[in-house]
């Protein structure tokens, strides 16, 4: 593939990104035609011109391996920030904070992001450190893709420094409120991704409204530790539903409706193998 040509496809393809992006279309056909658009644009910067091109992936190539469905560094940067003061804000409406506390999470959050784009650099300077036989696509990939984890979960997860924070700098009652929302915020949004996930199976599994709740309810009470990302969430959702037992089912369901959900529950396979690529289960984990 010749360089017009490469440069023909990343311009076609940024601007269906863009079409995409500026409204008009739902959420989930914007996030297939950025995953798309996210993969052709790989294709096309990463395709060697040939054989001996295989190997000269340029830094600047490498940067936009790490946030290539995010557009840029400078983009990323700015959504989490904002991201960061709408947290801080809605922590503030539920629980009136100081002007201190606000400005501790704030400085938290900050570090945060900080840190991730020190790891951006850090892993700039391993992949200019390769030679030149290891640094093609495959060993790009492998220092790119642990940041392109962490650009999917977002940087304020539980062992953040925006979380260590929030926790040692309220006080008592300030935590006693905050641990009861944050614990109704939680189910709420596992229940919210079982409902989701189960009125796409509807069509292969009809089901009454009191079988529905049964479900949701057991669904969600094994949906623990939820990761970040609509996609893994599904795929949480998946795996919990895969693993409910044959005996657990057959008290909400009658014959048909088992027989139809096996079935369901056959597919779901690769939930679980998605889930350990990831990093979100463990080799080991059952």
Not at 35 to 46: I, N, T
Not at 49 to 69: C, G, L, R, T, V
Request: with cysteine.
């Amino acid at each position: 593939m010749g360089i017009a040509q490469k440069n023909a496809i990343s311009v076609l393809c940024r601007t269906r990104c863009d079409e995409s992006l500026g409204g008009g279309t739902s959420s989930m056909n914007r996030s297939r035609t950025q995953l798309a658009c996210g993969v052709v644009l790989a294709l096309s910067v990463f395709a060697p011109s040939s054989a001996a091109a295989q190997n000269a992936i340029s830094p600047a190539q490498f940067e936009s391996m790490i946030f290539q469905q995010y557009g840029s560094a400078s983009l990323v940067r700015e959504r989490w920030q904002f991201s960061l003061n709408r947290q801080i804000r809605r922590i503030h409406q539920s629980i009136p904070l100081s002007d201190a506390q606000q400005q501790e999470l704030r400085l938290a959050g900050q570090g945060d992001i900080q840190r991730f784009f020190n790891r951006v650099v850090a892993a700039q300077h391993k992949f200019q450190a390769l030679s030149a036989d290891e640094a093609d696509f495959n060993g790009a990939y492998k220092i790119a893709e642990p940041l392109q984890r962490e650009l999917v979960a977002g940087p304020f997860g539980n062992q953040s420094l925006f979380a260590k924070v929030l926790e040692t700098t309220l006080d008592e009652s300030q935590r006693k409120v905050h641990d009861e929302i944050k614990a109704l915020r939680r189910y709420q949004q596992k229940e919210f991704y079982a409902r989701i996930y189960l009125a796409n199976l509807e069509s292969n599994l009809p089901i009454t409204d009191k079988q529905r709740e049964l479900l949701v309810e057991l669904l969600a009470s094994r949906l623990e530790d939820m990761p970040q990302g609509n996609q893994l969430r599904f795929a949480w959702v998946a795996y919990h539903l895969s693993s409910i037992s044959t005996e657990k089912l057959a008290e909400i369901f009658d014959a048909e409706q088992m027989a139809a959900l096996q079935r369901i529950k056959a597919l779901q396979t690769d939930a679980e193998q998605f889930l350990r690529q990831q990093g979100v289960l463990d080799d080991g984990a059952e």
